[in-house]
């Protein structure tokens, strides 16, 4: 009898063991899953603080020419779209000429967002953009509409209107 007690405490004892181990194991994935579970409860803190993000369509727009003289986009037949998320932003503009769509420009990278002025560095570009280069736009945000102008220096060289598409 001896022995099979000392048999049945040996197995107990690995019982109690394993049984040790998968309730740490178990313990230990729900501490690691807690954070995780807490922020896909919650909106993501940069879209609450910055209304840009999301999928916007070019409008209207207009823009100084080297002539000094504003080219409407409507007399160009331009449509774009832009993307922006909580630290980058991308654009393809098309034209329209004979019922066909061609090539405009595109352009994507990072910007910053600070108050109500919107600043792109553009990363890639059609248009040759030098490295370092910006372009700073005043913006405002109208229900589903974005307002910009864009200046170089403190001169007023573009303003757009941008519908939000989600």
Known sequence: M???FTELYRQLGRLTKAKNLKVLGLFCIMLTSIPLAI???QPKQESLHNPLIGSWALFDGKYLNENKQWVDYKTLNLSAIKLVSATH???TTM???GGKKTFW???????????NQYTEF???SSFGVKPGESYRFLFMLKENEWHTQRYDGEDLVEEEVWK???
């Open 164 to 166: 939000r598409l989600d």
């Open 95 to 97: 034209k329209k000429e």
């Open 39 to 41: 922020g896909q409860n």
């Open 105 to 115: 420009a595109s352009a994507s990278g990072h910007y910053e967002l600070i108050n």
């Open 89 to 91: 932003f991308s654009f």
């Open 122 to 124: 553009p990363t890639l």
């Open 2 to 4: 001896n022995i099979k």
